[in-house]
């Protein structure tokens, strides 16, 4: 696919630079020369990130969302980091067995990945309450290295929740340079990660000014990083993940309909209701702009298909013979997933009277919350509490059909554009791969 002789390659994963944000902006990316290509479906950040490090698609990798529900344990678990949950061979294995170095910064699910460079956070949750911010790397004392390098550690603070902004983006760019700069370290193949454009997406809609802003400062950072790779002897590659769509008709919450129902049973304790994974007969992962309802028995799928398909803001409901006729027959999957109208998202809360709101529900808490919470980006009140308002959610994303292309430009010299994120990824295993590959 590639005719390109170099072997040394910068891959970057910009968050939500989505083809329908660069095109309306094309003056501000004239130079770069992004082309559309199609994202995988569901789109989000797991999901993309699987399918292109193994250059498959979700059936074969195995991760059908940022969450997954843990059948033996009764369990749902969101933003797990092991690099096992990824099956399959890795783009990078070919020019990993000939030698070539590969380094991986900021991905998700990437702890234990068959790398030689890699950062990632990892903090220390205390027993009694709080946080002790850390990173994990391989060489161990890489990120206290890079720490001093830049002059200061990263915030976790500002890659998630509230005070999310353009400083986590700040920081990865500047040790994803400094990276490409030491040759001692610097590996063949090195992939990267800018998270804030999905920030102001999210909160202000990707029509915002707010957003144009952000795309901006994205652009600026991809520029910074072509001339420090392009100093360094690298061709690059940069793409969007997924791309984000305005919200114009709010959240739809399928547990709601399925407590109504009968189907999720909650604990009530302190007055609080907590799910009740092990007595429900159906409940829902969500997860933007889909979710996975797993049921206990036929009768109960039976009624959760008919509850869920009538709700507002549902386009579709896929049941395991539909999910593998669009290549989404994954183990991990639901019994059903639901797929959102344009302008809708799913929405985890069970519960309408806020006392039964669970303690995690005014905290950013992305392992124990069932479901994805866009509400952490937003102060609640008091502060240091997050909203619980769905309605100031501007953008979301995940769904599949007309306007989700994302945007990828690249100094490899093509035979042929890649018209979607696998192609893409098999672009860079062609790339980096010994001759044959």
């Given at each position: 696919?590639?005719?390109s002789v170099?072997?040394?390659?910068?891959?970057v994963?910009?968050?939500?630079l989505?083809?329908?944000?660069?095109?309306?902006?094309?003056?501000?990316?004239?130079?770069w020369?992004?082309?559309?290509?199609?994202?995988?479906?569901p789109?989000?950040?797991?999901?993309?990130?699987?399918?292109?490090?193994?250059?498959?698609?979700?059936?074969?990798?195995?991760?059908?969302?940022?969450?997954?529900?843990?059948?033996d344990?009764?369990?749902?678990?969101?933003w797990e980091?092991s690099?096992?949950?990824?099956?399959?061979?890795?783009?990078?294995?070919p020019?990993r067995?000939?030698?070539q170095?590969?380094?991986?910064?900021?991905?998700q699910q990437?702890?234990?990945?068959?790398?030689?460079?890699?950062?990632?956070?990892?903090?220390?949750?205390?027993?009694?309450?709080g946080?002790?911010q850390?990173?994990?790397s391989q060489?161990?004392?890489?990120?206290?290295?890079?720490?001093?390098?830049?002059?200061?550690s990263?915030?976790l603070?500002?890659y998630w929740?509230?005070l999310?902004?353009?400083?986590?983006?700040?920081?990865?760019?500047?040790?994803?340079?400094r990276?490409?700069?030491?040759?001692?370290l610097?590996?063949?193949?090195l992939?990267s990660?800018?998270?804030?454009?999905d920030?102001?997406?999210?909160?202000?809609?990707?029509?915002?000014?707010?957003?144009?802003?952000?795309?901006?400062?994205?652009?600026?950072?991809?520029?910074?990083?072509r001339?420090?790779?392009?100093a360094?002897g690298?061709d690059?590659?940069?793409?969007?993940?997924?791309?984000?769509e305005?919200?114009?008709s709010?959240a739809?919450?399928p547990?709601?309909?399925?407590?109504?129902a009968g189907?999720?049973?909650?604990?009530?304790v302190?007055?609080m209701?907590?799910?009740?994974?092990?007595?429900?007969?159906?409940?829902?992962m969500a997860d933007h702009q889909?979710?996975?309802?797993?049921a206990?028995?036929?009768?109960?799928?039976?009624?959760?298909?008919?509850?869920?398909?009538?709700?507002?803001?549902?386009?579709?409901?896929?049941?395991?013979r539909?999910?593998?006729?669009?290549?989404?027959?994954?183990?991990?999957?639901?019994?059903?997933?639901?797929?959102?109208?344009?302008?809708?998202?799913?929405?985890?809360?069970?519960?309408?009277?806020p006392?039964?709101?669970?303690?995690?529900?005014?905290?950013v808490?992305?392992?124990?919350?069932?479901?994805y919470?866009?509400c952490?980006?937003?102060?609640?009140?008091p502060p240091?509490?997050?909203?619980?308002?769905?309605d100031?959610?501007?953008?979301?994303?995940?769904r599949?059909?007309?306007?989700?292309?994302?945007?990828?430009?690249?100094?490899?010299?093509?035979e042929r554009?890649p018209?979607?994120?696998?192609?893409?990824?098999?672009t860079?295993?062609n790339?980096?791969?010994?001759?044959g590959c």
């Amino acid at each position: 696919m590639t005719s390109s002789v170099k072997k040394k390659l910068l891959v970057v994963d910009v968050a939500a630079l989505g083809w329908s944000l660069v095109r309306k902006h094309g003056d501000l990316a004239a130079d770069w020369a992004f082309r559309p290509a199609q994202p995988v479906f569901p789109a989000v950040t797991c999901v993309a990130q699987a399918s292109f490090r193994t250059a498959s698609p979700p059936h074969a990798h195995g991760v059908v969302s940022n969450g997954l529900f843990v059948g033996d344990l009764r369990r749902i678990l969101f933003w797990e980091q092991s690099a096992g949950l990824v099956a399959g061979r890795r783009i990078w294995q070919p020019a990993r067995d000939a030698g070539q170095r590969v380094g991986l910064l900021f991905w998700q699910q990437s702890l234990g990945e068959s790398v030689d460079v890699l950062l990632s956070p990892k903090p220390v949750h205390k027993h009694h309450g709080g946080m002790i911010q850390d990173c994990y790397s391989q060489p161990a004392a890489l990120y206290e290295t890079l720490c001093g390098r830049l002059g200061r550690s990263f915030n976790l603070m500002h890659y998630w929740g509230p005070l999310a902004s353009r400083k986590s983006s700040d920081w990865i760019v500047a040790a994803t340079a400094r990276i490409m700069e030491d040759r001692a370290l610097a590996p063949d193949l090195l992939l990267s990660y800018i998270p804030h454009l999905d920030y102001d997406l999210q909160r202000f809609g990707p029509d915002s000014p707010r957003s144009f802003q952000s795309l901006e400062i994205a652009l600026g950072y991809l520029s910074n990083l072509r001339k420090t790779a392009e100093a360094a002897g690298y061709d690059w590659l940069f793409f969007g993940d997924y791309a984000i769509e305005p919200v114009t008709s709010g959240a739809v919450y399928p547990n709601r309909i399925l407590r109504d129902a009968g189907l999720l049973e909650v604990r009530e304790v302190r007055g609080m209701a907590y799910p009740d994974f092990f007595a429900s007969h159906a409940f829902a992962m969500a997860d933007h702009q889909v979710a996975h309802v797993y049921a206990a028995e036929d009768a109960a799928l039976e009624a959760a298909r008919e509850r869920l398909a009538a709700a507002a803001g549902v386009e579709r409901v896929l049941d395991r013979r539909a999910q593998r006729d669009a290549g989404l027959d994954a183990a991990r999957g639901g019994d059903l997933l639901l797929v959102a109208k344009p302008g809708a998202w799913f929405a985890y809360p069970w519960w309408t009277d806020p006392a039964e709101a669970p303690d995690y529900a005014t905290h950013v808490d992305i392992h124990n919350k069932p479901g994805y919470d866009p509400c952490e980006l937003f102060f609640g009140w008091p502060p240091p509490s997050i909203s619980r308002d769905p309605d100031r959610v501007r953008g979301t994303h995940g769904r599949d059909g007309a306007g989700t292309e994302v945007a990828w430009a690249t100094s490899l010299e093509l035979e042929r554009a890649p018209g979607s994120l696998i192609e893409l990824a098999e672009t860079v295993r062609n790339a980096m791969g010994p001759p044959g590959c």
